[in-house]
């Protein structure tokens, strides 16, 4: 895609997207009549991330249950969702509507590469080079000239393992690899949640990893009526354990940001 036309969806208008794409998570000191928030934490990024309505329950992102590592001096607005990639979520005007509001201070967190790596969906596929050149000029270059810190974080793992050794395997490697390399090149700060989730699930194993994982039985809930076995997607305590391994990266970081990481994520 030549670099005027994919400039062209930064700018272009966002009102079509709506308040619906800020999701309410009920952060301490986030409602109206509560003090300012220090800072509001931002997330580009997947279904592996955003955040469920009720009729999803038990399914959760891992950003949906990111607030709870943070004190209320800091706002989580999710704007993950599902079905993007790096290059969809910049097409569709995602990515300016938080470029319309994030403050000096703010941060940007950005997961993408699931949906990037289906080469089957024109509309979603993204090569691992131009995902690199999104992560850089859209994600990367376009959130600190306003101010704000951009935050890379490598695709989360799926439920995918060797049966001979019983160790997960890195998914997406090509776009882990690349989310890595310009993070490094563009000295931003770097949440590996590529090699913090799956060194998580070799701890606890194959069996105890579908409790992590949208693995539900026939009946067990509600929403699920069937059961499932979804090995990308999270139930809440899965969620809530990733969400966890992100905030103890942050905490690791030397950010501003990092002093607000709660110590009951340690």
């Known amino acids: 895609m030549p670099p005027t036309s994919r400039r062209r969806f930064l700018l272009g208008t966002t009102a079509a997207l709506g308040a619906g794409t800020a999701a309410t998570l009920g952060l301490p000191g ?13 997330i580009a990024g997947d279904s592996t991330a955003q955040t469920y309505n009720s009729g999803y329950y038990p399914q959760a992102g891992w950003g949906q249950t990111l607030p709870g590592f943070f004190t209320p001096n800091i706002t989580v607005a999710n704007r993950a969702i599902g079905g993007r990639s790096s290059r969809s979520f910049i097409e569709q005007g995602r990515l300016a509507a ?8 703010d941060y940007l967190f950005v997961q993408f590469g699931h949906n990037d790596a289906t080469t ?29 810190t951009p935050v890379v ?65 026939p009946g067990q809930y509600p929403n699920f009526p069937n059961g499932i076995q979804d090995n990308t997607h999270f139930q809440q305590n899965g969620a ?13 970081l030397g950010l501003p940001l990092s002093g607000e990481v709660r110590p009951s994520a340690g």
Do not use: C, M
């Open 153 to 217: 974080v490598t695709p989360v793992s799926r439920r995918s393992y060797n049966e001979s050794t019983g160790q997960f395997n890195v998914s997406f490697p090509q776009y882990v690899d690349a989310a890595k390399a310009v993070a490094a090149e563009e000295r931003v700060p770097l949440v590996d949640l590529s090699a913090l989730s799956r060194t998580y699930l070799n701890g606890i194993g194959i069996e105890a990893s579908k409790n992590v994982f949208l693995w539900l039985n």
């Open 30 to 42: 986030t409602a109206s009549a509560a003090p300012r928030a220090v800072a509001t934490l931002y």
């Open 120 to 148: 089957g969906n024109p509309e979603r596929y993204t090569s691992p080079a131009d995902y690199k050149e999104y992560l850089r000029d859209d994600y990367i270059r376009a959130t600190r000239s306003r101010g704000a």
């Open 98 to 105: 938080i470029h319309d509001v994030i403050k000096p201070g």
């Open 240 to 252: 809530t354990q990733l969400s966890r391994l992100v905030a103890q990266a942050v905490a690791r």
